[in-house]
């Protein structure tokens, strides 16, 4: 016996986070939207050393942050195994294989098996987590989850241009089983996707900052004024209304530069530069080793994690150490990313009138890309400066998500609008609105 489920999301499977909006049903059968917000990695266990949690746990284990400790195998032609996989932060200290994006080499994200991995695994995680809301117990021994699933993704632009229909069939081609072993009774959960649209990343961030409206364009607008670019006579409703436009996406894989044209997105003139926050926190590391400073890091990700917690008052000697290193790999990846910038506008320049800078690297390197990419701007634009807008990591950070979980939605209303009635399907619509309001609150 099987259980249906729908679900519709937008996730930005970034080389550092994994962050996304997923909406299905709550406990009342209204929309439920589940906010993630996890490491890009795995760990998995080749050993029974992860002990289950007994099945009368489940409903307090879903009041958590459950996506940050899922106990996941897959059944899947995407997967080439069969182990036991840890999520998020449980994988930053659990014993198994640790599996993270290779920043590095030359395979594209779309090719790792680990983006296939993190978007499956969000997504049983959703459906599991909705039908213990709903029915304050797990799925009988003997019935499965059967889910629908609707999702839009990013990839950095050079490999969006290469890989993004492929990328979108192998989530298409048949069904992928996943077991969840959280409990001491498995749940299988069964996935077809039945839509996937595969964005650019940093164009979908673009559609957001849209959406934000003209409270996000002051803030940003105050900022830059209060770092001596004076901007005179230019409102937020300008900024908005701008319709060429340089975004600087900073990743922790790949740095991507969306450039919008006329209000379209702009192929031809985008790129991505593949560096990005990760390239500093590999260096940094290397860095550590070469001078013989042990630090005792295992991973980027595990001095990513370090440096955002901040300094204990036990550790805060150690802490700044650690952060010299890091700063010094700061310098120098800021100087790459202001020349990429240069480059971009040698094409652009003459008729950008924005530029934005996010992603969830960004408000790391702030203190040192910030003063680098005005002073560009300025040496490119001489006569006629334009605002960059270096939007705050607390939301920024968030960006891709939410354009990707619009796009995910318009989708969703338009296959809705063909097969329902007018007057159906506008009442859809106000109560998508209503939803997307929410998940951005």
């Not at 001491?184 to 940093?202: A, C, M, N, S, Y």
């Not at 300094?311 to 120098?332: G, I």
Request: hydrophobic share 40%.
């Amino acid at each position: 016996m099987t259980i249906s489920i729908n679900l519709t999301g937008g996730i930005d499977v970034g080389n550092g986070y994994v962050k996304g909006l997923i909406r299905g049903a709550g406990a009342s059968n209204t929309a439920s939207i589940d906010e993630l917000d996890l490491p890009s990695s795995v760990a998995l266990i080749t050993r029974s050393n992860a002990l289950p949690h007994p099945d009368a746990d489940a409903p307090a284990r879903m009041e958590g942050d459950f996506y940050n400790e899922l106990d996941v195998s897959f059944a899947s032609p995407l997967i080439g195994d069969q182990y036991r996989r840890l999520f998020g932060t449980r994988a930053l200290s659990a014993q198994g294989a640790f599996d993270e994006f290779d920043v590095v080499g030359r395979r594209s994200k779309a090719q790792q098996e680990l983006s296939k991995v993190l978007v499956m695994g969000a997504f049983a995680a959703k459906a599991l987590r909705d039908y213990v809301r709903q029915n304050g117990t797990l799925p009988p021994a003997d019935e499965s989850l059967s889910v629908q699933a609707r999702v839009a993704l990013a990839l950095p632009i050079n490999e969006y241009m290469a890989h993004r229909t492929s990328y979108a069939a192998e989530f298409m081609n048949g069904t992928h089983t996943a077991t969840v072993h959280n409990f001491d009774t498995p749940v299988t959960v069964k996935l077809r996707f039945v839509d996937v649209q595969v964005i650019p990343e940093g164009a979908s961030a673009q559609y957001a900052i849209t959406v934000k409206g003209e409270d996000l364009m002051d803030a940003m607008l105050a900022d830059v004024r209060r770092r001596g670019v004076t901007l005179e006579g230019i409102t937020s409703a300008d900024v908005l209304a701008a319709q060429h436009t340089v975004g600087i996406d900073i990743g922790e894989g790949t740095v991507n530069f969306p450039v919008f044209t006329a209000g379209k997105f702009n192929a031809d003139a985008s790129t991505t530069y593949n560096k990005g926050y990760g390239s500093v926190l590999t260096g940094a590391l290397k860095a550590m080793d070469d001078r013989g400073f042990v630090s005792g890091f295992t991973s980027r990700k595990q001095l990513a994690e370090y440096l955002q917690a901040g300094p204990s008052a036990l550790k805060r000697n150690f802490y700044q150490k650690v952060a010299q290193f890091v700063e010094e790999e700061m310098l120098f990846f800021s100087k790459e990313i202001a020349e990429q910038f240069g480059r971009v506008l040698a094409v652009v320049g003459a008729t950008t009138e924005v530029a934005y800078v996010y992603g969830g690297g960004a408000g790391p390197v702030k203190a040192f890309l910030y003063p680098a990419l005005l002073d560009k701007a300025t040496e490119m634009n001489s006569e006629d400066s334009f605002p960059t807008l270096y939007l705050d990591s607390s939301y920024s950070r968030h960006l891709n998500r939410e354009g990707l979980y619009i796009a995910a939605q318009a989708v969703e209303r338009q296959t809705d609008a063909a097969l329902a009635p007018a007057t159906k399907g506008k009442r859809g619509r106000q109560s998508e609105d209503k939803e997307l309001s929410t998940a951005d609150a």
